[in-house]
């Protein structure tokens, strides 16, 4: 089992920024892929950014060049920096990991509102 606890999420102006975290504990030795996806009401959840296998990382092309992910191992912890954000970038996001066999871990979500 893995287990996640998110923070970071909130209210933020056009143009801000907010940077979210997900520390992670249980079997972390487990995770090969891990990252976050974002749900904005009436979508389906889809991926922002995430590590996969090593250090490479995937970014959806709507985040690219406004959003970071990064991690501490020694925290067990993953970031996701955002700048330049946008009303569209407004979504619950989830913290998520895969394990080695296929199962899928997801944190409780954090709101993050871009409004003016």
């Known amino acids: 089992q893995v287990q996640f606890v998110e923070s970071g999420g909130g209210l933020v102006q056009p143009g801000g920024s907010l940077r979210l975290s997900c520390a992670a504990s249980?079997?972390?030795?487990?995770?090969?892929?891990m990252g976050w996806y974002r749900q904005a009401p009436g979508n389906q959840r889809e991926l922002v950014a995430v590590f996969t296998n090593g250090d490479n990382v995937n970014y959806a092309d709507s985040v690219k060049g406004r959003f970071t992910i990064s991690r501490d191992n020694a925290k067990n912890t993953v970031y996701l920096q955002m700048s330049s954000l946008k009303p569209e970038d407004t979504a619950v996001y989830y913290c998520y990991a895969k394990s080695w066999n296929m199962r899928d871990y997801w944190g409780q979500g954090s709101q993050v509102t871009v409004s003016s």
């Open positions: 249980g079997s972390i030795f487990s995770i090969y892929r």
